[in-house]
């Protein structure tokens, strides 16, 4: 990495720690642009990225800004053909600049671009891309502090113009910047959440288990009418859990009890159960909730971890991290319950309701703080700990940028 990059500080004069969810600084951002000609049998070839020589399109940035010759009839703004991923940089107490488990993203984009018929990044290239990303926006990392991230999203696409449903004649993968704020300081009051009983997310068979595009205008009508209730989100069920058993004339509480749990519009869930020493969280096995990179370190961190937990619980029995059915009579069983995400790291809920067909708010469970809880305090600190390097990264999953780059994908 040039010596001038190495020096680079975060940008003077910005409340780096105030800054909001939102393309902040965009008019200082650079921006990686990879684009090749589309089909059914499309791949990213050298020209995109060579990871022999480290050459192609993925070590260049450019200007942020509009996308060139962006056409009406791009198959991704007429039949939803888009992938993206959300990832975090930030500076750690030893002062390096670090991408937290770029490679989960990339398996999880690798996976996504399959399902839509886009072409697949190789794991060189999607890499690379990031720290590209990085390496080019280095005053807009901020400085070392809880919560406080330069967001990268990979953005993966049809860009190509064709009327018919195909895949698109020409595929754009885009990485793009932003910092943002701390979206969780101190005893932060936890969301109030709608148990979603009318929408669906996802179901099974669907696209729910991949970051793609729909998924989140999908949730938008549905958030909507839950905020207008009075509500911060929505929690989704696997609604034919609730419906089918509710026609098939099981009794509404009844069927509501015994209901399946997805997610939040953007977030996983995990239930904290002090009385049973266990944690559980919705299973992945259904293929109807994202698999969150922050889901997966949550749990490693309960494992790993398990003694700090138990401390944080109370108990002096191991404490279970369980991917299994979560039904909303469990919740009636949570000592806490918190989200996890990208963005949030961990954030506690407060309660959960519903709302009939007027829109009157209806409570179903108070959690016994509406403060953050002793378990997702103490899960947060750890990770925030690792992440800065206050606590040894004994997972490795942290990636310096000033690495080259075969030793950045760590090969």
Known sequence: MPESMKMQAPMEGVDFESLPWNMNLSEHANMVVCKIPGGVDA???????????????????????????????????????????GIKSFRTKSGRVVIFRPNKNWQRMANGAERMCLAVPSYELFMRGCQTAVLNNLTMVPPCGDGMKLYIRPILFGSGQQLGLYPSPEMSLIFYTAPTGNYFKGATAGLKLNIEKRFCRAARGGVGAVKCAGNYA??????????????????????????????????????????????????????????????????????????????????????????????????????????????????????????????????????????????????????????????????LKILREIMTEARPDEFGWLYDVAQDAKAFRRE
């Open 218 to 379: 999908v949730a938008l009508k549905p958030l909507q009418k839950a905020k207008d209730a009075g509500f911060a989100d929505n929690i989704y069920l696997e609604l034919d859990s609730y419906l089918g058993p509710l026609e098939s004339g099981t009794d509404e509480k009844t069927a509501f009890d015994n209901a399946i749990l997805q997610e939040m519009s953007a977030a996983n869930v995990f239930v904290v159960q002090k009385s049973k020493s266990r944690i559980l969280t919705p299973s992945l096995d259904r293929k109807t909730i994202l698999p969150g990179v922050t889901r997966d370190s949550v749990i490693e961190i309960i494992k790993k971890y398990n003694s700090e937990i138990q401390a944080a619980l109370g108990v002096t029995t191991e404490v279970t991290v369980e991917e299994t059915d979560v039904k909303v009579k469990e919740l009636k069983d949570a000592s806490e319950v918190f989200a996890t995400g990208t963005a949030a790291e961990l954030v506690p809920i407060q309660s959960f309701g519903t709302y009939d067909d007027s829109g009157k708010a209806e409570p179903y469970v108070q959690m016994q703080s509406d403060q953050s809880g002793p378990v997702t305090t103490c899960i």
């Open 43 to 85: 791949k990213f070839g050298p020209e995109s990225y060579d990871p022999a020589t480290d050459s192609g399109s993925a070590t260049q940035a450019i200007k942020y800004g509009a996308i060139q010759n962006a056409n009406p009839a791009m198959t991704s703004l007429n039949y939803g053909t888009t992938v993206w991923e």
